[in-house]
């Protein structure tokens, strides 16, 4: 077994170490460094054109925050697919493009709750004062709080197959503050706004 929390780029490399070794471990890696289709994109790049596609990461095991992002059924996806296709339809829909507007639909409330006259700490009190109640495509509650900055407060598991992360459908835990026992998350991700507009 291999544990990382490597970026996507040393996942690649990794790999393509394994690979040449003939060793073949069961990898366990955070989030952020297995997006298949940022990680194939690597592996071909770092092979040279010797490795494509996923099959150096299939089995992968992961653990998201968010809903995989080719899950179609999933209302959040369906809107950021919408989202991508109007405005940047060229860019191809991974991982990091889903991060990305998960983190603006976040940042859209915290301006918005910080109010007109902007300041630092303006924003890092709007953050303190109302960050655990917004919501977002996330699949567990925000952890915020004037001591806690921590995000998402836990994650559901998931494994690399085709090419795609699939998450195995609970259970979901959560930490609801740092340091804190781990626990089973009941709750159910909440629904994007009909007009696709995050409101405080």
Do not use: C
């Amino acid at each position: 077994m291999m544990m990382t929390g490597s970026a996507p780029t040393y996942t690649a490399i990794g790999q393509l170490t394994s690979f040449k070794l003939g060793w073949k471990p069961q990898l366990v890696i955070s989030s952020v460094g297995i997006d298949p289709i940022t990680v194939a994109g690597l592996l071909k790049t770092v092979s040279q054109g010797q490795a494509s596609g996923t099959a150096l990461i299939e089995g992968a095991i992961t653990d998201g925050y968010l809903p995989s992002n080719t899950d179609t059924s999933n209302p959040w996806i369906r809107l950021f697919r919408k989202i991508r296709a109007k405005y940047d339809p060229s860019a191809p829909f991974d991982g990091n493009v889903e991060y990305g507007m998960a983190n603006a639909y976040t940042l859209v409330q915290a301006l918005e709750a910080a109010g007109k006259n902007l300041t630092r700490q303006g924003l890092v009190n709007a953050v303190n004062k109302f960050g655990s109640k917004w919501s977002g495509p996330g699949l567990v509650p925000f952890r915020y709080s004037t001591k806690d900055h921590g995000g998402y407060d836990g994650a559901e598991m998931g494994k690399v197959s085709n090419g795609k992360i699939v998450l195995f459908g609970g259970p979901l835990v959560t930490q609801p503050t740092a340091g804190s026992p781990i626990k089973r998350y009941k709750g159910k991700q909440p629904t994007p706004p009909a007009n696709g507009i995050p409101s405080n």
